[in-house]
C-alpha cells in the first residue's frame, strides 16, 4: 500500500499537550441528543425526502422524545426551505421542542435562514464555516485573519436579525474542527461568545465536528478537554460535538468526547451521513442503557424505529447494526445457544426468588448485553439453528418454540438429527421445521406394536393379529410385561415427565432410543417402535 502519501495526524494539526482527566472519568448521565437526520442525514442520500418522509421522520423523533431537532438547511432548496416553514404554520413543534435550522456564514444565506423561522417561538440558528488550514488555503483561499473577520461578520447579522427575541438561540460550528490549530479554534469561539452576549440563561453552542476523521479516538477526546478547559465563559457555553465514521470510530470519538467534557452530540439514527456515516446515535443512546444509564429516548420498539428510518432514508438497516439489525440477537453458534439457553432459565429462577417479573429482574445473560424485550423483540429469534449449533440451540427452539423441554440425556441424539438436516440443505433450519422433524421421529412413529387398551394397571398391545396384556403398578410397568409377553424384552432406561409431555429412553437387544407423547407408557411404545422399526 501506498502508505507514505499520508501524514499521521500529529503532523497535519498541533494535538495539545496536557494532563488529560477524561481516561479516568465515567459516563453517568446522557448528553442532549441533537438527531441531524432531517438536514446532513438528508444532505447524503442519493434520493433526498420529500416533505412527507420528513414529516413522517420528524414525527418518529418527537415520538422518541428528542427536545433539539435540526430540521434543514432553509437556504439550500426551496423544499427544505418550505418544510421548515411547514412545521412553523401547522404547529407540527411541540412546546418543549426546539429546532435547528443550519447556515453558511454568508448574508444572503443567513437572511433566508431567518425567513424560514419567522413565527416560531423557539429556534437555534446554527452558523458554520470550515476553519481547518486545507479548507482555508484550497476551499476558501482565505487566511487566519480574514476568515475570522468573516465569520464575526456573519455572526453580527445573525445576532441583528435575531434582536431580542429570548427564544432564539445561536449555535457555531468551526467545520473540520479536528484538523483546525487549537488556539485558533479557540479564539474563533471565544469571539463569538462575546459577540452573541452568551449568558448561563441564554448559552451558546459551540459544536466541534470531527467532520472527517483522521485519528484514533483519543486524539478527539484531548481535542475536546482542551476547549473545555480553555472556552470563555464556560458556564455559558454548550460545549458540542459532531463525529463522523470514516475510520469506524466515530461512536467511540463521541463517548470520549463526553467523557471529556461535551455536553451535547449530534448524529444520525443508525449513522446514516455522508462517506460513512454520522456517529449512530441508537448505539450510543442503547450503550449508556446496557451501562445502567437512562438514556431519555424511547427504544421501546425498535423495529417501528427501524422501518420507518428505512422508509425514509430508502437505505436497508445491516442485519448485523447494533441493536437494531435483525440478528443481533441472534445465536447460531452451538456454545453460545447452550450459554444463552441456560442463561434465560437462571434468569427466571433470579426473577422468582426476587418476587419480580422477569422484565424487572436485573439482567445477566451471556452474549445478550440488553433484554430484546427492552427494544420491543421477541425471544423467538434469540437461537436459530443451522450447521454450526448444537444440542442447547435445537433443545431451546424446541423448549420454546413447540413446548418440548427435552431431558438433558435426549439432546444429543435430537440435535444430531437436526444437524444431518442441516448439513443436507446448507442453511437454516427454520423453528417449525425443528419442530415437525421431531415429531415425525419422536411423537408420531409407526411400527410394529400399538396399544390398544390402556387402564392405570393394565396395557393391551398389539401385534399383527395378536394382542397381548400386562399388568403392573402403572401404565410404563403394564407396558413392559406386555411387551415381554410378546415377545421382546424392553429395558426402560430412564422415564420422565417434563412440561406437560412425557419422554422415555429404551432399550431392546442392546440398542437403545428414545421416544416422547403425551402419556409415559406412548413414550415407551414410541421409543419401542423406532427400535423395532
Request: aromatic residues 8%; hydrophobic residues 40%.
Given at each position: 500500500?501506498?502508505?507514505?502519501?499520508?501524514?499521521?495526524?500529529?503532523?497535519r494539526?498541533?494535538?495539545?499537550?496536557?494532563?488529560?482527566?477524561?481516561?479516568?472519568?465515567?459516563?453517568?448521565?446522557?448528553?442532549?441528543w441533537?438527531?441531524?437526520?432531517?438536514?446532513?442525514?438528508?444532505?447524503?442520500?442519493?434520493?433526498?425526502?420529500?416533505?412527507?418522509?420528513?414529516?413522517?421522520?420528524f414525527?418518529?423523533?418527537?415520538?422518541?422524545?428528542?427536545?433539539?431537532?435540526?430540521?434543514?438547511?432553509?437556504?439550500?432548496?426551496?423544499?427544505?426551505?418550505?418544510?421548515?416553514?411547514?412545521?412553523?404554520e401547522?404547529?407540527a413543534?411541540?412546546?418543549?421542542?426546539?429546532i435547528?435550522?443550519?447556515?453558511p456564514?454568508?448574508?444572503?444565506?443567513?437572511?433566508r435562514?431567518?425567513?424560514?423561522?419567522?413565527?416560531?417561538?423557539?429556534?437555534?440558528?446554527?452558523?458554520?464555516?470550515?476553519?481547518?488550514?486545507?479548507?482555508?488555503?484550497?476551499?476558501?483561499r482565505?487566511?487566519?485573519?480574514?476568515?475570522?473577520?468573516?465569520?464575526?461578520?456573519?455572526?453580527?447579522?445573525?445576532?441583528?436579525?435575531?434582536?431580542d427575541?429570548?427564544?432564539?438561540?445561536?449555535?457555531?460550528?468551526?467545520?473540520?474542527?479536528n484538523q483546525?490549530?487549537?488556539?485558533y479554534?479557540?479564539?474563533?469561539?471565544?469571539?463569538?461568545?462575546?459577540?452573541?452576549?452568551?449568558?448561563?440563561?441564554r448559552?451558546?453552542?459551540?459544536?466541534?465536528?470531527?467532520?472527517?476523521?483522521?485519528?484514533?479516538?483519543?486524539?478527539?477526546?484531548?481535542?475536546?478537554?482542551?476547549?473545555?478547559?480553555?472556552?470563555a465563559?464556560?458556564?455559558?457555553?454548550?460545549?458540542?460535538?459532531?463525529?463522523?465514521?470514516?475510520?469506524?470510530?466515530?461512536v467511540?470519538?463521541?463517548?470520549?468526547?463526553?467523557?471529556?467534557?461535551?455536553?451535547?452530540?449530534?448524529?444520525?439514527l443508525?449513522?446514516?451521513?455522508?462517506?460513512?456515516?454520522?456517529?449512530?446515535l441508537?448505539a450510543?443512546?442503547?450503550?449508556?442503557?446496557?451501562?445502567?444509564?437512562?438514556?431519555?429516548?424511547d427504544?421501546?420498539d425498535?423495529?417501528?424505529?427501524?422501518?420507518?428510518?428505512?422508509h425514509?432514508?430508502?437505505?436497508?438497516?445491516?442485519?448485523?447494526?447494533?441493536?437494531?439489525?435483525?440478528?443481533?440477537?441472534t445465536?447460531?453458534s452451538?456454545?453460545?445457544?447452550?450459554?444463552?439457553?441456560?442463561?434465560?432459565?437462571?434468569?427466571?429462577?433470579?426473577?422468582?426468588?426476587?418476587?419480580?417479573?422477569?422484565?424487572?429482574?436485573?439482567?445477566?445473560?451471556?452474549?445478550?448485553?440488553?433484554?430484546?424485550?427492552?427494544?420491543?423483540?421477541?425471544?423467538?429469534?434469540?437461537?436459530?439453528?443451522?450447521?454450526?449449533?448444537?444440542?442447547?440451540?435445537?433443545?431451546?427452539?424446541?423448549?420454546?418454540?413447540?413446548?418440548?423441554?427435552?431431558?438433558?440425556?435426549?439432546?444429543?441424539?435430537v440435535?444430531?438429527?437436526?444437524?444431518?438436516?442441516?448439513?443436507?440443505?446448507?442453511?437454516?433450519?427454520?423453528?417449525?421445521?425443528?419442530?415437525?422433524?421431531?415429531r415425525?421421529?419422536?411423537?408420531?412413529?409407526?411400527?410394529?406394536?400399538?396399544?390398544?387398551?390402556?387402564?392405570?394397571?393394565?396395557?393391551?398391545?398389539?401385534?399383527?393379529?395378536?394382542?397381548?396384556?400386562g399388568?403392573?403398578?402403572?401404565?410404563?410397568?403394564?407396558?413392559?410385561?406386555?411387551?415381554?409377553?410378546?415377545?421382546?424384552?424392553?429395558?426402560?432406561?430412564?422415564?420422565?415427565?417434563?412440561?406437560?409431555?412425557?419422554?422415555?429412553?429404551?432399550?431392546?437387544?442392546?440398542r437403545?432410543?428414545?421416544?416422547a407423547?403425551?402419556a409415559?407408557?406412548?413414550?415407551?411404545?414410541?421409543?419401542?417402535?423406532?427400535?423395532?422399526?
Amino acid at each position: 500500500m501506498p502508505s507514505h502519501r499520508y501524514r499521521s495526524v500529529y503532523d497535519r494539526v498541533p494535538v495539545p499537550e496536557f494532563e488529560r482527566a477524561w481516561p479516568s472519568r465515567r459516563l453517568e448521565a446522557p448528553p442532549l441528543w441533537v438527531p441531524v437526520d432531517l438536514r446532513d442525514g438528508n444532505q447524503a442520500l442519493a434520493d433526498p425526502m420529500d416533505p412527507a418522509r420528513k414529516r413522517r421522520f420528524f414525527d418518529l423523533l418527537v415520538t422518541m422524545g428528542f427536545k433539539e431537532i435540526e430540521v434543514g438547511y432553509p437556504s439550500a432548496s426551496r423544499d427544505d426551505f418550505a418544510f421548515v416553514r411547514h412545521l412553523v404554520e401547522s404547529g407540527a413543534v411541540p412546546d418543549d421542542v426546539t429546532i435547528v435550522v443550519f447556515t453558511p456564514a454568508r448574508h444572503d444565506l443567513i437572511e433566508r435562514t431567518f425567513a424560514s423561522i419567522e413565527g416560531l417561538p423557539r429556534a437555534v440558528v446554527h452558523l458554520y464555516t470550515a476553519t481547518a488550514p486545507t479548507w482555508r488555503d484550497v476551499v476558501l483561499r482565505r487566511g487566519r485573519d480574514e476568515l475570522h473577520r468573516l465569520v464575526l461578520d456573519a455572526a453580527a447579522l445573525v445576532a441583528r436579525l435575531a434582536g431580542d427575541r429570548p427564544g432564539v438561540r445561536f449555535e457555531f460550528s468551526p467545520e473540520v474542527f479536528n484538523q483546525t490549530e487549537p488556539d485558533y479554534v479557540l479564539s474563533v469561539c471565544d469571539s463569538l461568545t462575546e459577540l452573541w452576549d452568551a449568558s448561563p440563561d441564554r448559552p451558546v453552542i459551540h459544536n466541534l465536528p470531527a467532520t472527517v476523521e483522521i485519528a484514533s479516538p483519543n486524539v478527539y477526546a484531548d481535542q475536546i478537554e482542551y476547549m473545555h478547559r480553555n472556552l470563555a465563559r464556560r458556564d455559558s457555553v454548550i460545549l458540542s460535538v459532531h463525529p463522523h465514521n470514516d475510520r469506524g470510530t466515530g461512536v467511540a470519538c463521541a463517548e470520549l468526547a463526553v467523557l471529556a467534557g461535551a455536553q451535547r452530540v449530534e448524529g444520525c439514527l443508525f449513522g446514516n451521513g455522508e462517506r460513512t456515516g454520522n456517529v449512530d446515535l441508537v448505539a450510543l443512546a442503547l450503550n449508556l442503557h446496557a451501562q445502567g444509564v437512562d438514556p431519555r429516548i424511547d427504544f421501546s420498539d425498535i423495529d417501528v424505529i427501524r422501518a420507518t428510518v428505512e422508509h425514509c432514508n430508502r437505505i436497508g438497516v445491516h442485519e448485523r447494526h447494533p441493536y437494531g439489525g435483525d440478528l443481533v440477537y441472534t445465536a447460531f453458534s452451538g456454545t453460545h445457544q447452550d450459554a444463552i439457553g441456560k442463561g434465560f432459565a437462571h434468569h427466571a429462577e433470579q426473577a422468582r426468588a426476587l418476587g419480580v417479573a422477569p422484565d424487572e429482574a436485573p439482567w445477566n445473560v451471556p452474549y445478550l448485553p440488553i433484554d430484546p424485550h427492552d427494544v420491543g423483540r421477541s425471544y423467538e429469534a434469540v437461537i436459530r439453528v443451522n450447521s454450526q449449533s448444537g444440542k442447547g440451540g435445537v433443545a431451546y427452539v424446541l423448549d420454546t418454540e413447540h413446548g418440548f423441554d427435552l431431558p438433558p440425556g435426549m439432546r444429543a441424539e435430537v440435535s444430531r438429527r437436526v444437524q444431518a438436516a442441516a448439513d443436507e440443505s446448507g442453511a437454516e433450519v427454520p423453528a417449525k421445521e425443528i419442530g415437525d422433524l421431531f415429531r415425525a421421529a419422536y411423537v408420531d412413529v409407526t411400527g410394529p406394536f400399538a396399544v390398544v387398551g390402556a387402564t392405570d394397571a393394565s396395557v393391551t398391545v398389539r401385534i399383527g393379529d395378536a394382542e397381548h396384556t400386562g399388568t403392573g403398578d402403572d401404565p410404563v410397568a403394564a407396558l413392559v410385561r406386555a411387551l415381554r409377553a410378546a415377545g421382546t424384552d424392553v429395558e426402560v432406561t430412564e422415564h420422565v415427565v417434563r412440561s406437560g409431555v412425557a419422554y422415555a429412553e429404551c432399550r431392546v437387544d442392546g440398542r437403545t432410543a428414545w421416544g416422547a407423547a403425551p402419556a409415559p407408557h406412548d413414550a415407551v411404545l414410541n421409543a419401542v417402535n423406532r427400535l423395532l422399526s
